[in-house]
């Protein structure tokens, strides 16, 4: 008997092509429909992976087998979409971040209460072998007590490659909200949750040109903060320190993320991706260790929540990349800016419930 769980994506962009590869091969999920507002998008996506209903939104959420929306329209739309799809009656997977705004990421999770629904959202690279293996080396004690971490995404921004980047400078944009999902969803993951941020934030390049494309030389309106530095206090007692730039024109080799212990120090791959090398570097040691994998996985493996998802809701088990995880990251981005406006620490009223779902190196 087919108990896999009937899905729909709405949003046939760039990332929904990775998403449709890796979910033609799960045993929990089977995507029977697409929609996007340009009705060709969705077509050409349906006949590329052998779909069989290209709809319209409306038709999607309207689809009575449909039980699972995979959200992968814009940021903007993001809420809008997901709480529709809850008042039909599905279960929302959302990429990320959660929604703009945190009054509506919260209405997202109000809303699935009230229907007894699921809320799913990327990033789901946290359950890959990077982020795992140096889960598993803390809950091992090889680092000690985690006592402090650094995190950087330093980069020059995307004009320089991207042919529409306007979006990436506009509200709800910038390096926070682009690129710190998945440096908090990682660091929330390995210290659990946060309680504070204190944080500076501005623009220190505003001169914006888009530099490939046919909108080449077309400025840019930043109406974003593109550099933001702050410090991040953990309930577990852990202090880290994080900047995310689009300011940074030349990087100068600062590591991605790290986590320093009473007896040891991570060093973590990019948490952009699923896999990745995770070294360890012991107390009164100069030798840099590579940890074995917990578990092998590919470097694009985006669909491994929505799988987790699915599989979790048919053993009515609570799934990994869940709302209220990326609630506490989107409320921690806004921290951010908040601290930055108002001269001080702001305190995260969300008390997301840390879970070690973790156990002898295998994900359960």
Wanted: hydrophobic share 45%.
């Amino acid at each position: 008997m087919n108990n896999k769980m009937k899905a729909g994506i709405i949003g046939c962009g760039n990332i929904s092509a990775i998403y449709l590869e890796n979910l033609r091969k799960s045993n929990a999920v089977e995507v029977v429909a697409c929609a996007d507002l340009v009705q060709e998008r969705a077509a050409a996506r349906a006949k590329e992976f052998g779909i069989a209903n290209a709809f319209s939104v409306d038709e999607l959420l309207a689809c009575p087998e449909i039980e699972l929306v995979i959200n992968l329209t814009i940021p903007g739309s993001h809420a809008a979409i997901d709480i529709a799809a809850l008042e039909a009656g599905k279960h929302v997977y959302a990429e990320k971040p959660l929604a703009i705004s945190a009054a509506d990421g919260k209405r997202i999770l109000e809303t699935a209460a009230r229907k007894g629904l699921r809320v799913g959202s990327a990033p789901d690279t946290f359950l890959g072998s990077g982020i795992q293996t140096a889960k598993a080396a803390i809950e091992a004690g090889l680092i000690g007590k985690p006592v402090a971490a650094t995190a950087f995404m330093m980069g020059g921004g995307p004009e320089g490659w991207h042919p529409d980047p306007e979006f990436f400078y506009a509200p709800g944009g910038g390096p926070m909200f682009d690129m710190g999902p998945y440096y908090l969803t990682a660091l929330v993951e390995l210290l659990g949750p946060i309680e504070r941020i204190g944080a500076s934030a501005g623009v220190q390049i505003p001169g914006r040109f888009i530099g490939s494309g046919p909108k080449a030389g077309q400025q840019i309106p930043v109406q974003t903060p593109t550099h933001l530095a702050g410090t991040l206090d953990f309930a577990q007692g852990t202090i880290a320190t994080m900047i995310m730039s689009f300011d940074i024109k030349a990087g100068a080799g600062l590591p991605w993320i790290e986590i320093y212990g009473t007896a040891g120090t991570l060093i973590l791959p990019d948490p952009n991706f699923f896999n990745g090398d995770v070294k360890l570097r012991r107390s009164g040691s100069d030798e840099i260790e590579l940890l074995t994998p917990v578990f092998e996985c590919g470097q694009n493996e985006r669909g491994i929540g929505v799988n987790d998802m699915a599989e979790s809701i048919r053993a009515g088990r609570a799934h990994r990349a869940d709302g209220a995880l990326a609630y506490h990251v989107l409320e921690a981005m806004h921290a951010f800016h908040i601290s930055s406006l108002e001269g001080k620490h702001v305190v995260l009223e969300s008390k997301y419930e840390y879970d070690k779902r973790m156990t002898s190196g295998k994900l359960v």
